[in-house]
T-cell receptor
């Protein structure tokens, strides 16, 4: 069963506009959420995270929103730049004895056009 | 380069052969993770180590898979009697266990192709 889902395989955005990537989860034990970015031939790179006690976290052009009641999170990139073109993975982590074990979504390919 | 390194980057083998991959984590990191990624999917957790102790293994890790971290530094992942279904990208990550949730740093991965 897919506990973390990214239902949009791809997203195309114009440079300077907002990119919104979405992620849904089913496991109520998840209490920490992360976004990773992956370029071809490289491993995933950590981008931004959010704890379940918050509903928003910002870091420069990147903002993550968490809606616990809907079990939904989103990553906003404003303004989008061509260098942001990559695969974006949403990941979730449960506390307790499962901490450190990340469960990833399938990824969304973001293309930012100049 | 002080990041996570993996060797080899690519491995092509014939079905039934054994393969071994190596991961060198960031030097001060005490946690080391192995993930597997197949085409069109996100990474899937396989196993992780706290220093030299292997703390959890996924059900994905069949008896043909074994991982070690003998001195709490580098780690190896061995697959015995490889099958075509083992073809995937094998990713290693490390983290420093200082708080409840810690950022994991990933290596570039080893791409395995089983013919």
């Amino acid at each position: 069963d897919q506990q973390v889902k990214q239902n949009s395989p791809s997203l195309s955005v114009q440079e300077g506009r907002i990119s919104i990537l979405n992620c849904d989860y089913t496991n109520s034990m998840f209490d920490y959420f992360l976004w990773y970015k992956k370029y071809p031939a490289e491993g995933p790179t950590f981008l931004i995270s959010i704890s379940s006690i918050k509903d928003k976290n910002e870091d420069g052009r990147f903002t993550v929103f968490l809606n616990k009641s809907a079990k939904h999170l989103s990553l906003h990139i404003v303004p989008s730049q061509p260098g942001d073109s990559a695969v974006y993975f949403c990941a979730a982590e449960a506390g307790g004895t499962s901490y450190g074990k990340l469960t990833f979504g399938q990824g969304t390919i973001l293309t930012v056009h100049p | 380069d002080t990041g996570v390194s993996q060797d080899p980057r690519h491995k092509i083998t014939k079905r039934g052969q054994n393969v071994t991959f190596r991961c060198d984590p960031i030097s001060e990191h005490n946690r080391l993770y192995w993930y597997r990624q197949t085409l069109g999917q996100g990474p899937e957790f396989l196993t992780y180590f706290q220093n030299e102790a292997q703390l959890e293994k996924s059900r994905l890790l069949s008896d043909r898979f074994s991982a070690e971290r003998p001195k709490g530094s580098f780690s190896t992942l061995e697959i015995q009697r490889t099958e075509q279904g083992d073809s995937a990208m094998y990713l290693c990550a490390s983290s420093l266990d200082v708080k409840i949730h810690n950022e994991q740093f990933f290596g570039p991965g080893t791409r395995l192709t089983v013919l």
